[in-house]
């Protein structure tokens, strides 16, 4: 069965820090998709970024960047100059690939809830 | 583009009574899934609905239960709600493969008493 790991159940750090949010994952398949999601306050899940188990490249996005290893079956999350307004819940998620085109449900980790303090 | 829409945003049902909520899906996308998020058990996958047919299906009880409609709104009904189903309900569409991202709306925070 699928799993996902955050075990950082929160993080507080000041405004302009590094900061980096661990995932690690677990699955028997070989074709697979993990995704990040930040969850403000106001609830909403947003998309941050997705990776299939064929694109081992790091990715960097503004102040975000990706690693991702399949060798210790980690997707860890990095922002770099962290801002207040990027204080929210951010969840891991792994889907499987299924038969025809389809795939499981998203497996979400538990989230990591990061508090950035001016 | 019109974002996942979810209607109510907030209900109030007591215990034994059953509850519909809808969800209006990003324009083109045919894939609708729902997930539970509760504190205790985070966010967990209901069910997914691709063209009229709910193609996968998370590990919960046969009182939830979802169908969509030809242009591709969904619906989630809990039949006999009990307290542990207060939660916020999250929609989420999607285009194209299980490679795309999934976009989720805003939720529906139903409260059992």
């Known amino acids: 069965a699928q799993k996902v790991t955050q075990a950082q159940t929160e993080i507080s750090v000041v405004e302009k820090e590094d900061v980096t949010l661990d995932c690690v994952y677990e699955?028997?398949?070989?074709?697979?998709?993990l995704f990040w999601y930040k969850q403000p306050p106001s609830g909403e899940l947003v998309f941050l970024i997705r990776?299939?188990?064929?694109?081992?490249q790091n990715e960097i996005s503004g102040r975000y960047s990706w690693n991702f290893q399949k060798s210790t079956s980690s997707f860890n999350f990095t922002i770099t100059a962290s801002q207040v307004v990027d204080s929210a819940v951010y969840f891991c998620a792994l889907s499987e690939a299924r038969s025809g085109g389809g795939a499981d449900g998203l497996t979400f980790g538990k989230g990591t809830h990061l508090i950035i303090q001016p | 583009k019109a974002g996942v829409t979810q209607t109510p945003r907030y209900l109030i049902k007591t215990r034994g009574q059953q509850v519909t909520l809808s969800c209006s899906p990003i324009?083109?996308?045919?894939?609708v899934s729902w997930y539970q998020q509760t504190p205790g058990q985070g966010l967990q996958f209901l069910f997914e609905?691709?063209?009229?047919?709910?193609?996968n299906k998370g590990n919960f009880p046969g009182r939830f239960s979802g169908r969509q409609f030809s242009n591709s709104r969904s619906e989630m009904n809990v039949s006999t709600l009990e307290l542990g189903d207060s939660a916020l309900y999250l929609c989420?569409?999607?285009?194209?493969?299980?490679?795309?991202?999934?976009?989720f709306g805003p939720g529906t925070r139903l409260t059992v008493l």
């Open positions: 989420a569409s999607r285009s194209g493969g299980a490679y795309n991202e999934q976009f």
């Open positions: 609905y691709f063209s009229e047919t709910q193609r």
């Open positions: 699955t028997r398949d070989t074709t697979y998709y």
């Open positions: 324009s083109g996308h045919r894939s």
């Open positions: 990776r299939n188990s064929f694109d081992e």
